[in-house]
């Protein structure tokens, strides 16, 4: 009998709501019963990941990244439309014409003029094209509600996993020490040197690489926006909804493999060998000391509030875990895939580089990628809502 053999057999709860949700909602559940418990304050900063979404869709590129992302992933599939003739212009019809210029407009105009943002040029065309690709969709109320409900979820994931995840993560020293020593020793046996140290040399040595380094390694939520808009484009809505499981059960399970080698990081164990940060990384420097401040407030019991993202925990690399989890998704797209090789390249070198990670970290992040996506391949359609489902996915 297989583990999705026995999870249908839960009746249709599992069906209705999806195995993810529902341990997701157990995982708060659990993380709320530990706060209320534990040292930590009673206080949760609840709105800080709505106010991220906020904030990345005000960054520069952003809007352009989502119409690439989505360009990319429509280009996958067999449309009827010729580069070189504007029949499908016209087969759009005069109504729909008429829609899609006024969406263009609306969102050239109204976005821009009422949201703080830093937008670039290309950042308003991209909110053309979006709003004209908006205006020119026949309504349907079947698939608003689908929409609708997959956002829901996904915000829901998003808010709660993030919850569950930080209250986790905030506890994993408050009973025993940090193995950095440990792992760092592991570090050498491994690979015949400090494979942390030679890459900070390496990273003095290059001052502009990191420089990019630290922007590529803050904009992993900016990826996870771009690879789920790509699957949109796809129009693989199996492939949306594995993806959007996939993630989920990473954190969770990222959260828990915390407790089994706990360690703070590079950074943390060798400050003197990363001072290079405060110049060259200020904002990854400044985190950094962020979470040493939790981490020292946590062991003293002072901390006033639990901060999304604000606990340091090394091993292993959830950066490093969600890069190849998305790369894996990519997979549809060359092109799309060749980009994202580039970008998961350049974060697993800046989890070394900002010196967040030993190198050993990233094979943790590896197995729990590994893991993430057998769990969720074996689960099928019980891993998300039965509706969210195409037909023909099989069980």
Known sequence: MTAASILARVGPLARTFGVVPLVMALFVGAAAAVQLTSSLPNLYAWWTPVELVGHLARRAHVPTELVVGFAFGSACRALPLRATSFDWFRHLGRRRRLRGVLGAAFFVVVPPSTIANGWLPHDIVALAIIGWWLGTREPSWAKLKRVTV????????????????????????????PMDQALAELDRNLFGTDAYVVAARWALAHPEVITFCEQIYFRLFEHMAVGAVFLAGLGRADERNRYLASLATCYFLGAISYYLLPSLGPAFHDPDVFAYLRELAPAASALQELMLDNYRAVQSGSLEEVVPWTFAAAMPSLHVAHELLMLWYARHSRPFFALSTLFTIGTIAATSLLGWHYAVDWLGGALLTALSFLIVRHLGRLAFPDRLWPSDTPA
């Not at 996904?154 to 408050?174: N, P, Q």
């Open 150 to 177: 997959e956002s829901v979820i996904s915000l829901s994931l998003f808010v709660g996993v993030s919850y569950g995840y930080s209250i986790t993560k905030a506890l994993v020293f408050s009973s025993v020490p």
